[in-house]
C-alpha cells in the first residue's frame, strides 16, 4: 500500500434512529404500556403483565440486534498502486481484497424488481459491496468508484 490515496471511502449501514432517541422510545413505550400493564393488574388479569413485559424485551432486543448489524463497515481504497477494500464484522472478523485497479471493472447488476447489486470484478476475484444499501446508494457508490477508477487510469 504505497503512494496517496485516489478514493478513500467508508461504507456502513444506514440507522435512521440515533442511540439517544432509542432511549426515549423505551422510556415512551415503557411508560405506555406499564400503564396498560397496571390496569391488567388491578383487574386481576396479572399474567398479562408478563406478556407487556416480553412486547418491551422483544422491541428492546430487536433494536439492540439492529445497532449490532449497523457496526459492519467496508472501506474502499485505491492507491498508486491498488484497489483495496476490507469488511469489517460487528464481530471483529475481518475480509480484505487487493485488486489490480487497471482491470477492476464495477458492474452494478440491476434485477426486474429494481434491487441490485454492485461488485467489483478483476480476472481473478469479484467482490461485493454494499448489500446493506438501498439501490439509490448503490447506484451512487458505484458512480463515485467508477469516477475515481477512470481517473486513476487517465493519470
Partial sequence: MTGRAHLDLIVYPHRSLSRRHFKRLMWVIGGITGLAALRFLFVGAWPVVLFVAADIFAIWLAFTISY?????????????????????????????????????????????????????????????????????????????IREALDAWQRR
Avoid at 87 to 110: D, H, I, M, T
Avoid at 115 to 121: A, C, F, H, N, V
Fill in 68 to 144: 449490532r448489524r449497523a457496526r459492519l463497515t467496508e472501506t474502499v481504497r485505491l492507491t498508486d498502486t491498488d484497489l483495496l477494500v476490507e469488511r469489517r464484522y460487528p464481530n471483529g472478523r475481518r475480509e480484505s481484497w487487493r485488486l489490480e485497479p487497471y482491470w477492476a471493472k464495477v458492474k452494478l447488476l440491476e434485477d426486474e424488481r429494481g434491487g441490485t447489486e454492485l461488485t467489483i470484478t478483476t480476472h481473478q476475484q469479484t467482490v461485493s459491496l454494499g448489500a446493506y444499501l438501498n439501490p439509490a446508494e448503490r447506484r451512487d457508490l458505484a458512480a463515485e
